[in-house]
Structures are given as C-alpha cells and as structure tokens.
C-alpha cells in the first residue's frame, strides 16, 4: 500500500497533467505518417536485450516485465530491463533530452495525449508496419476513445493503462445527512447537494485539485459540451459561454464554502480534505480508486464512484487519460521487432487484465473483462463498474505537441480566477490571448 501510495502521490502531484516538459521538435524530422519498414521478429542464439522506461505504476510495471523474461521473452531469447523514469511529466522530459542525445530507450510508457508530439518530432516510430509483418489485431482495443493512440489514420502507440475522471461520493455522510448515496446525477442536483452537506456538518463538502486540468476537461464537456480547444486545436475555448458558465457555477460555490480549490503546492492538503469523514465530493481518476478506499477505510467511511454529473441537456463527455506504450525511433531492425514482441505481449488480454486488477486504471481490450480476475476485481469493486459504464461518454484529450504548455499556463491562472472577485469574463478572455498565442506560434 505503501509504494502504491507513493506513486499515487506523484500522480496528485500533476494529476494527469503531468505534460509540462518541453516537448522537443527536431528541425526537419517531423515524420507523422511516414511509412516506417518492418520486419518480423525471429528468434536467434543470442538474447536481444531491450530497455523499457517506465511511468505511474512502477511495481506493475516492473512485474509484467518480469512475468515477460520468464515466459515469452525466455521462449523468444528476448530480456527487457524497466527502468523507472518518474511520472509523465519527468519521463517525458526525460525522453525529449534522449532524443537529441541519442539515448532513446527501444520502449517507454508516456500520457496519451503525449503521441503527436512524439511523432512531430521523429522520436517514435509508426507501428502500422509492424502490425502488418505480425497480423496484429487491433480490434479488441475497444476500451474508450482511441485517438490519442493515432498520428493522421496510423498507430503510433498501443494503450497501456486507461483511466477516466470520475466523481468520488462519501456514502456514509450522504446517507448520514439524507442524500442519495449515489451522487448527484446533475450539476443542478450537485449544488444543492453541496448545499445539504454544507448546512448538517459546517464543513466545505467538496474539494478540488486545481492542477486537474484534465478534471476541468470533463467538467466543461459535460456541464455545456465544450471542449478545451477547438477541433483545429488553432484557438482555445476557454472563454466561451459554456466556459464562463461552469467557472462562474464553480466560483460561486468557493464563495458559498461549497468548495475548496487547493493550488498544486497543497497536494497533502488535499490528501487530508480527501481522508475527512467530513468531506462528501472529490473529482478525480478512477486509477486512484483503490489509493481513495485505503483513505476511506483508515477513515471509517464508505466510498462509492459516481460518473460525473450530467449538464444541461444531458450532456456528459470524459477525457480518456492514462498511459501509452511507444516504440522508440531507435535500435536496430531486430531490436525493434523484438521490441513490438514485447509491446503486443504486454497490451494482451491477460496483461491488461493484470496492470487493471492490480492498480485502479481500466483494462484497454474487451477481453479482460471477460477474464476471470476482471470478473473477480469488478465484483469485490464496482467502482470499476461505473467507470466501464461512463466509457460511453469518452473522447479523446488535446493532441497537439503544444498543449503541455497550455495546461500550465491554465493551470497556473485558474486558481485565481476561481478565488479572487474579478470579472470571470474579462479573466478568461485573457487567459484565451495567452493560450492563442501558444497554440498559433
């Protein structure tokens, strides 16, 4: 539980927008779409060895590697080493400095809104080739939007662990002061649900991360269907009427004492608000569900997952998160073909079935949940039921290479327009300026 945690620490720490690295684009090797030549693996005497950096999940990372070397990779004379590289942000600053140095690794794990970057600038290699040479099946991979794995109509990157924003309900205060313990189902419902908590227990009764830029990516396509950007992913949206809506709903809820807003440096804050019987709401991923039933248990409440309140109109839209493999622009032809050995290896049913069981994060194939250790999790958890079930509203995060810094910029302007008394209007109008810029640069 304990090393769990900790990584589940870093994960709060960037909450899913750990994207802030630069993302290097190398002049002149933008390839996105070029046809990569492949070849099939076959085994020799000698044992490949290939190098996979790991993010998030370190332990189930490190054991399905290990589950690997002793069965197909002992069969096909092929040993992978997982090197843990820290959470999306740091391994992705990480993988950029390999890139012009050269020291790319054959694989590695990234956030899933990571893929075009990657390939814009030639550090991944398109997989359309390799699954052709392997009669790779891609039609399992059916968990979610599946954009964020594509460049254009080509596979650049396999799903690794998916996870969505979900809405954690203290069941036992809800039941305590008369309210569904299943959550409100709409934002209108929502506030007078805060409302109801609010006035039996004199505490704020939901708190927020204001680092979850991608929290607010699901609470804008849900409360007014918008996205964060437009479709061209030109211009930002932020200042649009559903825009100024939601946070105008949200900033009247901080000054009510509905809402807590803690800024990126309050993560124990945020912990602790988290483990309060006392709090009812948290929005968050579902790969930290069972992190939330450890602090729910120490705390003597029960925890249920709702999928986020529906808007006006019923509208509800998720941002699918988590984790890609890639194959790195790097190695010889047989390291790369052994390298997607591993790689169709470890997004099989059975392994994903696995990094899900033993994490929080949903399986990425059909498949799993056909499995008997999926049957067996989603039993002795219906989190995962919901979750499952809120797929149906999933869609893909920003893929252009820019957006980590769009979401540190809105990040690092949201707190304030969220708590201090200023126009909401004029506030977001010059927070679109800024993230234009970035975006038409």
């Given amino acids: 539980m304990t090393n769990q945690w ?31 030549s492949a070849v099939k693996y076959t085994k020799g005497d000698k044992v490949v060895e290939i190098k996979f950096w790991t993010s998030a999940m370190e332990q189930v990372n490190k054991d399905l590697v290990d589950q690997f070397n002793k069965t197909k990779g ?17 391994i992705q600053q990480k993988v950029n400095a390999a890139a012009i140095a050269n020291t790319l690794p054959n694989a590695f794990i990234g956030e899933v809104s990571q893929t075009k970057g990657f390939a814009d600038s030639n550090t991944i290699v398109d997989l359309e080739p390799f ?12 968990i979610g939007d599946l ?21 954690y309900v203290n069941k036992t ?13 709409t934002f209108d419902e929502l506030e007078s649900y805060m409302e109801t908590a609010y006035k039996a227990t004199g505490k704020t009764p939901m708190y927020l991360l204001n680092n979850d830029l991608w929290i607010l990516e699901a609470l804008l396509s849900s409360y007014s269907n918008t996205n964060m950007l437009n479709d061209e992913e030109t211009a930002t949206n932020i200042n649009s009427k559903g825009a100024v809506e939601l946070i105008s709903f949200l900033r009247d809820g901080v000054s009510k004492g509905l809402i807590k807003v803690f800024n990126p440096t309050q993560l124990n804050d945020f912990v602790g608000a988290v483990s309060d019987p006392d709090t009812l709401l948290t929005f968050s991923s579902i790969g930290g569900y069972k992190i939330f039933l450890g602090l729910a248990a120490k705390s003597k409440y029960e925890l249920g997952v709702a999928m986020i309140p529906e808007g006006k109109g019923g509208t509800r839209g998720v941002p699918v998160g988590g984790s890609n493999v890639y194959m790195s622009n790097t190695g010889t032809e047989e390291e790369k073909a052994a390298t997607f050995e591993f790689m169709e290896w470890l997004s099989d049913t059975e392994q994903a079935a696995y990094a899900s069981a033993n994490t929080g994060y949903l399986p990425t194939r059909l498949s799993s949940l ?18 499952i079930d809120e797929l149906k509203f999933s869609k893909k995060r920003p893929t252009t290479g820019v957006y980590h810094e769009v979401e540190t910029l809105v990040v690092s302007r949201l707190g304030d327009i969220l708590t201090d008394n200023k ?14 810029a970035i975006l038409t640069r």
């Fill in 147 to 167: 954009d964020n794995l594509y460049v254009d109509k080509d596979m650049y990157a396999f799903p690794h662990m998916r996870s969505l924003p979900v809405m």
């Fill in 370 to 387: 056909d499995t008997d250790l999926m049957k067996k999790t989603m039993a002795e958890f219906p989190g995962y039921k919901v979750a």
């Fill in 6 to 36: 900790n990584h589940m620490k870093k994960k709060f720490a960037v909450v899913l927008t750990a994207v802030v690295g630069t993302t290097v684009i190398l002049s002149g090797c933008g390839q996105a779409g070029a046809n990569e």
């Fill in 423 to 436: 126009d909401v209007q004029q506030g977001l109008d010059a927070l679109a300026k800024d993230v234009n």
């Fill in 173 to 185: 205060l809800a039941k305590k002061v008369g309210l569904n313990e299943n959550g409100p189902a």
């Fill in 131 to 142: 699954m052709k040479v392997n009669d790779f099946n891609r039609d399992d991979f059916k």
């Fill in 74 to 90: 002992a069969e096909l004379n092929i040993h992978v080493s997982a090197e843990y590289q820290g959470d999306y942000s740091e």
